[in-house]
């Protein structure tokens, strides 16, 4: 190639930068916590890192939400979340105990974030500081928020608007205690976990929601998975050992159980992430002495195959929520305990290997569980 034609095609990227050339952008990876700070120590923040090639995290900044952050959390919530507009990349993070919710725009040549004007946006109900769960669906061409209030037994949706701010739309009254929430890639439904029963919901275009259940489970479900194809819910359990629940999801929303997986050969099983490929089911097991991660064949037919389980380095910490970078290849744990940590781990096939360093320091909180998200993360679109 000579001078003049990569002259020419610098000059092509730089003025359109995030619109030309975002794949530049995106190979940048970046993690972002909801550090869940005690609401007794002060105002809640959210922290911005990059991950090096090899997996090395690395601090950008940390951020005040606004709000109060914690009084203890339940180990399956995921208190942040991520969204792409048509002109932003948006970041989500809740306010547990001032029940609401701070958004931000990420600026993916940086990493760094700015609050979006009005933010945090109150939630529409309570989580008495035991988290608003979040999550993203994308329904008939729009973007939703929904946030999962557990002290006032509600979810409230929100629209997401183009520069990352946010509209309520309503707060629903539901059957439980929603600890796991996610939406069907699909958007069609939003699936809940109660740390028990187990409930499906229609969303409508306006982002109305319409409960279908709830329906019984046989164990403490309180993560939650959904196949990129829409037809297969997998609830990681509250166990004394491992315990996942596959759940098939009819057309009509309805969730019919297929199996319950139990295994020996780790404790706990909250958190649960399908592999990019998803042909593997990730599981924490968040009270193994030390933590780890298993990693479970997916089957059809909603069975599940034990293979390994790799012990973490992060000593008493406790394993929880999971993230994965866009391809697959790493893995990011939450660690916490009187530490909060990162691990990050190599996936090749059904092989994971901790990376060199890891895990890496967190934002100290005052013990208690905080929340992750990959930017960019796997998608199944």
Wanted: charged residues 10%; glycine residues 10%.
């Amino acid at each position: 190639m000579n001078k003049f034609l990569k002259l020419q095609l610098a000059f092509f990227c730089l003025p359109g930068l995030f619109a030309i050339c975002p794949a530049l952008l995106h190979a940048q990876q970046y993690l972002y916590t909801n550090d869940n700070i005690q609401f007794n120590q002060g105002n809640n923040t959210v922290t911005a890192y990059k991950v090096s090639p090899k997996g090395a995290v690395t601090l950008i900044k940390t951020y005040k939400t606004g709000g109060l952050g914690s009084d203890g959390s339940f180990f399956a919530a995921t208190d942040i979340a991520s969204a792409q507009t048509a002109s932003n990349q948006c970041v989500f993070v809740s306010d547990t105990y001032t029940n609401d919710v701070a958004a931000y725009t990420v600026n993916l040549a940086k990493g760094t974030l700015k609050a979006v004007a009005h933010s945090p946006f109150k939630s529409g109900g309570s989580g008495t500081g035991r988290d608003l769960v979040l999550t993203v669906s994308q329904t008939s061409g729009k973007l939703f928020l929904f946030a999962g209030n557990p002290f006032s037994s509600t979810i409230t949706s929100f629209q997401i608007n183009a520069n990352c701010s946010l509209k309520l739309h309503k707060t629903f009254n539901v059957s439980g205690t929603p600890i796991g929430l996610k939406a069907t890639p699909d958007g069609k439904h939003l699936i809940t976990a109660y740390l028990g029963q187990v409930d499906s919901f229609n969303i409508s275009a306006t982002g109305g929601l319409k409960e279908l259940g709830p329906f019984s489970a046989q164990g403490a479900a309180a993560g939650v998975e959904v196949s990129c194809d829409n037809s297969t819910v997998y609830f990681g359990d509250a166990a004394s050992d491992m315990q996942v629940e596959v759940f098939s999801l009819g057309s009509n929303g309805k969730l019919t159980e297929l199996n319950n997986f139990t295994s020996t050969k780790a404790v706990n099983s909250n958190n649960v992430l399908l592999s990019a490929d998803g042909k593997t089911l990730f599981v924490s097991n968040t009270m193994s002495v030390p933590p780890a991660i298993s990693v479970l064949t997916v089957g059809s037919g909603g069975a599940l195959t034990y293979d390994s389980t790799t012990s973490l380095k992060g000593g008493n910490q406790y394993a929880l929520g999971l993230a994965e970078s866009k391809s697959g290849g790493k893995l990011f744990v939450v660690e916490t305990n009187n530490n909060e940590n990162i691990g990050v781990l190599n996936v090749k096939g059904t092989k994971l290997t901790e990376v060199p360093g890891s895990p890496f320091s967190g934002t100290p909180n005052g013990f208690t569980s905080f929340s992750m998200t990959a930017v960019p993360s796997h998608s199944c679109k």
